[in-house]
């Protein structure tokens, strides 16, 4: 194989933790996307959107909404207005921004991963010309951010990134409330967030938003460390929220802590299933164009 | 004692690190911070007493183990009085010498050969040596056989005599072409060689011409070394580039460029016709300014086809002159088979008012000219049956590049068509219960390139009242580029040679469509009449070095690089063309180490070169010398410090259990 083609190999998954080093997440969302995109053709097929491609004459099973009807009043013909891009989708990306998304052990928050990934989906739909908005929170609504497709608004979207909550616990349940009352029409919602919270009340939430009609993806940020506890040395734990402290010996308790997780995940996915919301769990060190490649995939099931 | 590589006694401030981390083991207790404790339950606490001695002695064993391998790795030695012997280690070296334009700033010449015969002084008579320029390509000059052929002492001598005789050229430089193709030659070699490194010792002025990014996309050889020596050269340095030649309004602009590099700011352009200076303009161009400058050319005599543009006032003159032509005005010929017709108001009705609108466009109803070969049309219209004599000189001129349009007015027309195409057509008559519209467009291709836009991609405006229906052969090289409804091909093409058929199977005429009054009329007849001049080759400008100079000069001629003017044979035309100077050839920023590493050369710099090459001249001695003593000293040194390590380790496990029981 040429070097050439190597190269693009190489490009399809980004060095996350050279990615990471970056400061802009405008930069960093740019990098994963056009790097996903690399090799990547121009899908062949005709959209719903914006750019007129050409027109077609109407034949049967052709979708009567896109049958161009000033032309038909003028010449009496049936065509079909073809256009180049796809449809709009609306994205809600609802971001848990709380202290313990803070926690930080391979270089990088879990909350610099989750913007990052925000940042990547925003950027990804802004280039497909759909609409993306943003919910962060903590225990409380920090930022609301309407859907739009603008490049200001991307702009917007990116700083939005940027402002951290201070509260002691994160809830979930008070987005999801909102976002019930927020977004009537219908959408795709993204959930990033760590999950670490009392899942009691999470269905009951997760079934009112799938009942208005949302597709729903949530994304698990977790460190490597929270899954597996991979620390030899004893040490006075602090909770990042409640700043609670505990003497823990990581070698003692390991086998119990990873049952815990274990168990909490487990719950977590079934919750997902019986809602019909695709969860995916990923660590801060998997590279993001894996995160995006699961978006679309998604997206692309949501579609038929 | 010695050390073969003495800096590797640096390693011994490793000490530092045990020393610190014992210090800061004295902390009490590491606090850490989790994202919750939710899932965790307290462990009880451990309280650790540590003995000082059993402290002071794990750490004297870990220093102990850091310098001994630092020790190791310095490879000490003794070495006797007596010289080695001539069993040295040959080392495999390509020098690469830079000789594209740039190169031929003053005195860079002198410096390059001096720094050259310093180098080669440096090379042993037994080692394997290659000399190689570059400007587009590199070249080679004298090849590991021929050095190798030579008689050892001569060796230098030789090369030296080579040296002397350098030239540079005229041509751009592709640093990364060249590089690549010298790095993946000595990486080759080095195989037959037996070696286990090359040093690829590159002489230039740093000038980037077409830059080294393609580099990246090469991997290159592990085992190949870069230095680069870079020549000082003069950065004063100011340039002038052509942009455009009107020749209807004999016009020419040029840019002139003072590079942010240079000192001088005060400049002289002139247009010059032969040595005679016709224009003269001053100009005060700030380091890094760019200026456009327009002279008008009706100062020139107006028989004058050729002139120069000179810059003055810099200190380099070698791309201070450009050599310029000017294009004569030529109109598109369009010839038509068939008869202008004003009254039917048929398709060479409008064609016909089209041009009579443009000073470009010539139309000739003259079936004669399309055999006389001065003529050459941009396109041949056909319109009506043709004769066989006629079909003859239309295939020709397709062969030969040109478009031919058939109109195919008729189902009459067929035989035409089929005598053009070389294949077999069925032609029926349709007409349409009110009117056809446009669809299924090729926007792909170069006939509707102009409509490529989303905003003018919409034909629905534009009636068409009938059309030909044209059935082709199962495996026809003929195309649709448009359609009309219920899937009748409104517009095909076929390539033909070099050129290319387009067939209408409904025209503009008002008896076939609407087409001649829409707005995409012009856009469309603009397409099809600069159609075939889109791939011909009919520049007068060319940068040096560009091979398709060669090709018009002829293969035997080697002059065409350098700037000048050129004659060639055109037919039985005798034409001119001009070379100039690459404009990547007159910038002057000169690239640094961190460019050649950025593309991922593995560049050994200069402040080093010097210890490498004597630690590589001490390390051969130590090698293969008979006479130095206590080769495996470090061997030595390694395993007393694996045993101290392992030592360390009990120590360390026995000092932890301690630690724990005592919990």
């Known amino acids: ?95 848990d921004l709380s202290l313990s998304m803070e926690f930080n052990h391979i270089g990088w928050s879990k909350a610099d991963y989750a913007c990052t990934l925000a940042a990547t989906l925003a950027y990804f739909l802004y280039g497909q010309r759909d609409s993306f908005g943003l919910m962060s929170f903590d225990d409380d609504i920090l930022e609301v951010l309407p859907a739009k497709s603008r490049r200001g608004h991307l702009n ?145 099931k949501v579609r038929k | 004692m010695s050390f073969l590589s003495a800096l590797y006694l640096i390693g011994t401030a490793a000490i530092a690190a045990p020393i610190f981390i014992h210090m800061i083991r004295r902390a009490p207790r590491d606090n850490f911070k989790f994202s919750t404790l939710r899932f965790l339950s307290s462990s009880p606490e451990t309280v650790s007493k540590r003995s000082k001695i059993q402290h002071w002695l794990l750490l004297f064993m870990r220093a102990l183990a850091i310098i001994l391998i630092a020790f190791a790795f310095a490879r000490p030695y003794f070495v006797s009085e007596e010289k080695a012997g001539e069993k040295d280690k040959r080392a495999v070296v390509m020098f690469l010498v830079d000789q594209s334009a740039s190169m031929n700033r003053a005195e860079v010449q002198d410096k390059l050969k001096a720094k050259l015969e310093e180098r080669l002084d440096r090379i042993k008579n037994s080692d394997f040596f290659n000399l190689r320029t570059f400007r587009s390509i590199s070249h080679g000059l004298i090849d590991f056989k021929t050095w190798a052929g030579w008689p050892a002492e001569e060796r230098k001598s030789q090369v030296k005599q080579r040296i002397q005789k350098l030239k540079s050229g005229w041509e751009a430089s592709d640093m990364a072409v060249s590089f690549v193709q010298s790095a993946d030659a000595l990486d080759r070699h080095l195989d037959e060689f037996g070696g286990e490194v090359a040093d690829l010792e590159i002489f230039t002025d740093g000038q980037a011409g077409k830059g080294l990014d393609e580099i990246r996309s090469f991997s290159w050889p592990k085992r190949v070394n870069v230095i680069v020596h870079n020549i000082e050269a003069n950065q004063n340095n100011a340039s002038v580039s052509l942009v455009d030649i009107n020749a209807e309004n004999r016009q020419v602009k040029v840019k002139v460029e003072n590079p942010a590099e240079s000192k001088e700011v005060s400049l002289w352009l002139e247009l010059q016709n032969g040595e005679i200076i016709v224009d003269k303009e001053p100009m005060v161009l700030e380091p890094g300014q760019v200026r456009f400058h327009v002279f008008d050319l009706k100062k020139l005599p107006a028989q004058v086809s050729q002139f120069t543009i000179q810059i003055s006032g810099d200190s380099e003159s070698y791309d201070n002159k450009l050599y310029c032509i000017i294009p004569k005005v030529k109109k598109k010929k369009v010839i038509w088979l068939g008869k202008l017709d004003k009254a039917q108001k048929s398709d060479d009705f409008y064609f016909n008012i089209l041009c009579e609108s443009r000073t470009d466009l010539e139309l000739t109803f003259d079936a004669k000219a399309l055999e006389d070969s001065k003529v050459k049309a941009e396109m041949v219209v056909i319109d009506r049956a043709l004769s066989q004599e006629e079909l003859a000189p239309i295939k020709e001129y397709a062969q030969d590049g040109g478009t031919v349009l058939f109109l195919l007015k008729n189902k009459d027309l067929s035989l035409s068509l089929e005598g053009v195409a070389g294949e077999k057509v069925h032609v029926t008559e349709v007409k349409a219960p009110d009117y056809f519209l446009l669809s299924g467009l090729r926007f792909e291709h170069w006939l509707f390139q102009p409509f490529v836009e989303s905003k003018f991609k919409d034909f629905s405006t534009i009636y068409f009242w009938q059309a030909r229906k044209v059935v082709l052969e199962e495996n026809t090289k003929f195309q649709s580029l448009a359609k009309l409804d219920d899937d009748i091909p409104a517009v095909l093409s076929k390539p033909i040679g070099k050129g290319e058929l387009i067939v209408m199977n409904s025209s503009w005429g008002k008896e076939d469509s609407q087409l001649a009054l829409n707005s995409k009329f012009i856009p469309f007849v603009n397409a099809l009449v600069t159609a075939s001049t889109r791939n011909k080759e009919n520049l007068l400008h060319y940068s040096s070095g560009d091979p398709r100079v060669q090709k018009l000069l002829g293969k035997d001629s080697k002059k065409g690089n350098a700037p000048g003017f050129y004659d060639f044979k055109d037919g039985e035309e005798t034409r001119q063309l001009a070379v100039n100077l690459s404009p990547a050839e007159s910038k002057m920023k000169v690239l640094e180490n961190v460019d050649y590493e950025k593309v991922g050369l593995p560049l050994v710099k200069q402040s080093v070169l010097a210890s490498h090459e004597k630690s590589r001249y001490e390390s051969e001695i130590a090698a293969h010398s008979g006479e130095i003593k206590n080769q495996g000293i470090w061997r030595y040194l390694l395993i007393t410090a694996i045993l101290i390590l392992l030592a360390e380790s009990l120590v360390a496990h026995k000092t932890h259990k301690k630690m724990e029981q005592a919990v």
């Open chain 1, 1 to 95: 194989m040429s070097s050439q083609g190597q190269n693009n190999r190489l490009h399809k998954f980004i060095d996350i933790e050279t990615l990471m080093q970056l400061k802009s997440y405008d930069l960093r969302a740019k990098i994963v996307v056009d790097s996903y995109l690399n090799g990547l053709h121009r899908s062949p097929y005709h959209g719903y959107s914006s750019r007129f491609s050409e027109y077609k004459p109407y034949v049967e099973g052709d979708d009567l909404r896109y049958l161009d009807w000033k032309l038909y009043a003028r010449s009496d013909r049936y065509y079909i207005r073809k256009y180049e891009s796809e449809s709009n989708v609306k994205c809600q990306v609802l971001l």
């Open chain 1, 156 to 300: 917007h979207f990116l700083a939005a990134l940027e402002k951290r909550g201070k509260s002691e616990q994160s809830q979930i349940a008070t987005a999801l409330k909102q976002s019930v009352e927020v977004y009537s029409q219908r959408g795709l919602l993204v959930i990033i967030s760590d999950m670490m919270m009392d899942l009691d009340q999470l269905e009951e939430h997760l079934g009112y938003l799938r009942a208005a009609g949302h597709e729903i993806i949530l994304f698990q940020v977790l460190d490597p460390l929270e899954l597996n506890m991979d620390l030899e040395k004893p040490a006075l734990f602090e909770d990042m929220e409640s700043g609670e402290k505990m003497f823990i010996n990581p070698s003692v308790i390991r086998d119990e802590y990873q049952a815990k997780i274990k168990d909490h995940n487990k719950a977590l996915q079934a919750i997902c299933e019986n809602t019909g919301i695709l969860y995916q769990s990923m660590t801060t060190d998997i590279p993001l164009n894996v995160a995006l490649a699961d978006f679309l995939r998604f997206r692309e």
